[in-house]
């Protein structure tokens, strides 16, 4: 015979996609019918109109059915009510606290902010599939897209709609297996933001601190090409992130370099590592491998910065294309790219390992 504990057992592995926490934990289990096999589950939702209605429905079913005896199963979903809704949050709320816990110094996430120098060297493109290839890796990773000029990490990941607002902090999207915020997720489409200095700052902190974030090991966040006020902001929120260069392999690499270094050496960051994106490209008909643009830069900006090129990767059109369809290469295990930034991803890790927080490079700047 089929028991309560059985069905709720099953349904502890049902997590609420925007929440990231099992519907049992979250209380969203209402009630629990068992009549010969049948199984009447009623779920409450925490949104009126959730758009993921129909994947826990689904996964509710999945789960259940599953459970020796159960010969169907059916689902009642409802909403919340205001009173529900409320001890919701505050069952949330040892995770609220937490959210502050990513600007601590002692915690445990690795803050890594991915620079360029200048824009168009596929920055963007580097974090989102690098994120992807560090969850491959079994790593919680969260991707917070601060590039205000130009928020393109929600369109190369696929995410659509925006994020749920639960009591005022933001739940982040998930996609990949990622925790996802744009800053741009609460700015209409083709505005032009024009934040600057002390409202960018307060900005960015709210983005840091009024995220439901679960605990992450790495928090990746795309900046703005250049060196202007979000570097800033960011290292004097969290001292303790680091900083990671995209560059392309263009001569012009000693410019980069000086931005960067000039940047570190006022907020006395760690550098982690220089990644060199569309670094050679190799001719799907004869596979000749060419340097279309120039090569050395990324070595270069490394020796000048005293850092190691962690990554050299290809110029392709895959990679293009999977971004303009949100399908990041990184997810696909059997694509040489996809591959390519697993291993970027693990040389990151072997540097995070042994790199301490350290003076900033020593590079002689003209001023
Ligand atoms: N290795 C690559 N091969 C082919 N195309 C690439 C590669 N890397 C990036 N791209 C493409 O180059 C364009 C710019 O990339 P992306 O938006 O990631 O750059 P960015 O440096 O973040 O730009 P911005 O500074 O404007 O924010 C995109 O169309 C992207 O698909």
């Not at 995410?159 to 005022?168: E, N, W, Y």
């Not at 190799?282 to 490394?302: L, M, N, V, Y």
């Not at 850092?307 to 293009?320: F, K």
């Amino acid at each position: 015979m089929v028991t309560r504990e059985q069905v709720v057992d099953a349904l502890r592995s049902v997590i609420d996609p925007e929440l990231h926490r099992s519907i049992v934990d979250l209380q969203m289990v209402k009630d629990v019918r068992i009549r010969d096999g049948l199984v009447e589950v009623d779920v409450v939702l925490t949104v009126p109109g959730c758009p993921l209605r129909h994947r826990i429905e689904q996964d509710v079913r999945g789960q259940v059915s599953r459970v020796p005896g159960v010969r169907e199963v059916r689902v009642q979903l409802g909403e919340m009510t205001e009173a529900e809704r409320q001890a919701l949050v505050n069952r949330l709320s040892p995770r609220r606290q937490a959210r502050s816990a990513i600007l601590d110094p002692t915690s445990n996430t690795a803050i890594i902010g991915i620079s360029s120098g200048k824009g168009g060297v596929g920055k963007s493109t580097v974090t989102v599939n690098l994120a992807v290839a560090l969850r491959s890796l079994g790593k919680r990773v969260g991707v917070l897209d601060a590039d205000i000029y130009g928020f393109s990490v929600p369109k190369l990941l696929g995410i659509k709609g925006r994020p749920v607002v639960l009591d005022g902090a933001l739940v982040p999207q998930e996609a990949y297996g990622l925790q996802v915020i744009s800053m741009g997720s609460l700015v209409e489409e083709d505005t032009a933001v024009v934040w600057r200095g002390p409202m960018l700052m307060k900005a960015l902190e709210q983005f840091l601190k009024d995220v439901l974030w679960a605990e992450l090991d790495y928090l990746l966040i795309d900046m703005p090409p250049g060196t202007g006020d979000i570097p800033i902001s960011m290292y004097q929120l969290i001292p303790q992130s680091y900083l990671l260069v995209v560059t392309t392999p263009q001569p012009v690499a000693s410019v980069v370099a000086r931005r960067v270094g000039r940047m570190a050496e006022k907020t006395n960051q760690t550098i982690l590592g220089v990644i060199e994106n569309m670094a050679y490209f190799i001719c799907p008909h004869c596979g000749t491998k060419e340097d279309i643009f120039g090569s050395g830069g990324g070595q270069q900006i490394a020796e000048m910065l005293g850092v190691p090129l962690l990554a050299r990767l290809p110029l392709d059109t895959r990679l293009r294309r999977s971004g303009d369809e949100g399908a990041p290469l990184a997810a696909s295990d059997d694509d040489p790219i996809g591959r390519a930034f697993v291993e970027a991803a693990r040389a990151l890790e072997r540097r995070l390992a042994e790199a301490v927080p350290s003076a900033p490079p020593f590079i002689p700047m003209p001023r």
